[in-house]
């Protein structure tokens, strides 16, 4: 196991009706005059944003509203935002909506919370903000684990790069998560999102750290619970149950509770993020459904015994003690063919991706061949160019 | 599910030699004046106390001492340490220790925060601290789970009352876990230590909730992770990962992660806190270990399937699908096996205790039968008469 630190502050109010509770909290830590930060019409439709905006009024706070936020959220959004809180004095940002909206949020808090540093600066790694305003959010998709994580990805129009940065401030103060808000979620968007869940606990699961049991067993039961719900919530939209294991293992997948001991780097996710980045079209849990089964497979022979550990338990598969390779493949197939149950689709392929464009993403994914991802393997250009190969399946 | 709040703001900063960061921590919180709070000889014996020390003076912060905690911190050492805190204008509580000297600590943090309210009107329910000073911890030892938790349990010599009671105040700032420090901790310690967490766990297990899929599963992990590095902890003492496992899961088996969407009311350390408060030498661990098996073939005819499941997801116990009760029985047997293979006590007789004196045990628990505990079973005094009867082992 390797040194470590956790470190959650967000509260979370997790269950049926939470979200009215809103005013109350908000006033509760102090804050006057809120940004409610949301994303397209279904916030209006559904009744979600008004029923907020009631709630924070009927306490006597103040509400400035910013709607309009997409999937991959905007450098020019957040800087709309910015301008807004501090045109406005307000004092806390609250986050109405999935993972877009979370991290606009986030990012808009880092800008309002430190007028004159352009907020751009924080992505390239130039400046640090030592402070940011509060955010709280009001969750409608279980899938990012941005309401608990430090994690914020925002994609700049201006010169077209998608970027993150990892900060204390980022994680909210509070979380309020009521499953029922999900019901609405597409079948689509529900197979993308228990995908992202999955792979956030998967990425920190298969790395080299060893000595790691208790994550490890953790990660497992995290797991086999997503899965599991997976599965209800693709019948039964409005399972109460389903939805609320999903809300809960994709907070807990990516708060730090997966990796602690570990070192990780997250392969998978950062070639996704070239092939999305590349293919603005293609939602993310969709590129990393398609690209998984492959990556397994190319790095599953580097480490037999870890591969065959997840699938006998996480997928029950009988351990093949003569040949594990076989169960280690039989895991791989198992989720394979899970996220192919899910609507998801598992090549290159089924999302129009163009082979002569896979060299494109290998270089970009490496800093034009510069560096190399460590993991189980490690995967520069060439080995990238032949994940992505492979993924295409054809 | 329940609904349910999740909020654990202390900062872990856990894993080899952590402790020597301490001085560097505190002063990034840019406290001046701490109050170094522990126990007995062997912080002082092993040189961990003068090596915090060091640590906190070469960043130029001011120390005052506090030793002698024992076992059932008393709240003559509480108003002690409250006293000192005032005169010498401490700003910060450092607690070096297991659970006693840090439950110590909260209250002195709580009774220094608050100067002109008796600090036993909390326990009394009487008064809230609204406010406390800060309090870290450097754990010594894998137990109580108190270095992540909102619990404090004080002993006032006054009138013989063990009381205890949650505070968000009481949810450290930071908490050092360093598991070299516990290489020391005697058989007999560390045995109490592997029984205290899985009961934290197993307690919050056995409930009446349904639909907790992912909180049990992670209870599973957790429960089988203790199993495997108590097992090897008790043959080498100095086995860093077995250790480490015991004290990471420790804090997770009692910060609310095993309970989330569950109610619970720890039947099994509420009869153990009559147990030890009359006789003061049991140690909590012991009194767990000899009694829980007893509740546990009490109640588990009310609750056949789950005590199925325990027995095949953390005892691998093939079920016996015919007869449910066989496997139920086998996990109950199988966890009083490995506690005795840690050399703990499995019968109230090993621990000296008289069979004259149970009535009255019941009676201090259900306040003279006036009160019934909720669980898989309601238990009163008759019930409580029960199983304390089989657990003499007579």
Avoid at 6 to 15: A, C, M, Q
Avoid at 40 to 63: F, M, N, Q, W
């Amino acid at each position: 196991m390797e040194n470590f630190e956790f470190f959650i502050p967000t509260r979370v109010i997790f269950g049926k009706e939470t979200h009215l509770q809103v005013g109350k909290i908000v006033k509760e830590y102090g804050f006057h005059r809120v940004l409610v930060h949301f994303g397209g019409a279904s916030a209006k439709k559904t009744g979600l944003l008004d029923a907020v905006l009631d709630a924070l009024k009927a306490e006597g706070i103040g509400c400035v509203t910013l709607g309009g936020v997409q999937a991959n959220p905007t450098l020019s959004m957040v800087r709309q935002g910015i301008e807004l809180c501090l045109k406005e004095h307000v004092d806390f940002v609250l986050a109405v909506g999935g993972g877009s909206v979370i991290d606009s949020a986030k990012c808009i808090a880092d800008g309002a919370g430190n007028p004159g540093v352009d907020v751009w600066s924080y992505f390239r790694h130039e400046a640090v903000p030592r402070t940011a305003l509060p955010v709280g959010t009001i969750l409608t998709l279980s899938a990012s684990g941005s309401e608990m994580s430090a994690s914020c990805v925002i994609t700049n129009e201006e010169n077209g790069f998608k970027r993150g940065f990892n900060s204390p401030t980022h994680r909210p103060l509070f979380s309020i998560c009521n499953p029922e808000l999900t019901y609405s979620v597409s079948r689509y968007q529900t197979g993308c999102g228990t995908v992202d869940i999955t792979m956030h606990t998967l990425e920190r699961y298969f790395t080299r750290t060893r000595d790691t049991m208790l994550t490890d067993r953790i990660a497992e039961g995290i797991l086999k619970s997503t899965i599991e719900a997976g599965r209800i919530a693709d019948r039964e939209p409005d399972n109460y149950e389903a939805r609320a294991t999903l809300m809960w293992a994709g907070s807990l997948s990516h708060n730090g509770l997966t990796s602690a001991g570990r070192s990780f780097l997250m392969q998978v996710h950062q070639m996704e993020h070239e092939l999305s980045g590349m293919y603005p079209q293609i939602a993310h849990g969709a590129g990393l459904s398609a690209l998984w089964p492959s990556w397994a497979r190319y790095v599953c022979s580097h480490d037999v015994s870890r591969f065959a550990r997840y699938g006998v338990n996480v997928w029950n598969i009988d351990m093949d003690f003569e040949n594990p390779m076989n169960t280690a493949l039989a895991g791989i197939q198992a989720t394979e063919d899970f996220y192919k149950s899910l609507g998801m689709p598992v090549t290159l392929k089924e999302l129009g991706v163009e082979r002569d464009r896979i060299e494109e993403m290998a270089e970009k994914c490496t800093n034009m061949g510069q560096r190399k991802l460590s993991g189980i393997v490690e995967l520069g250009k060439e080995e990238m160019i032949e994940i992505y190969g492979m993924a295409m399946g054809e």
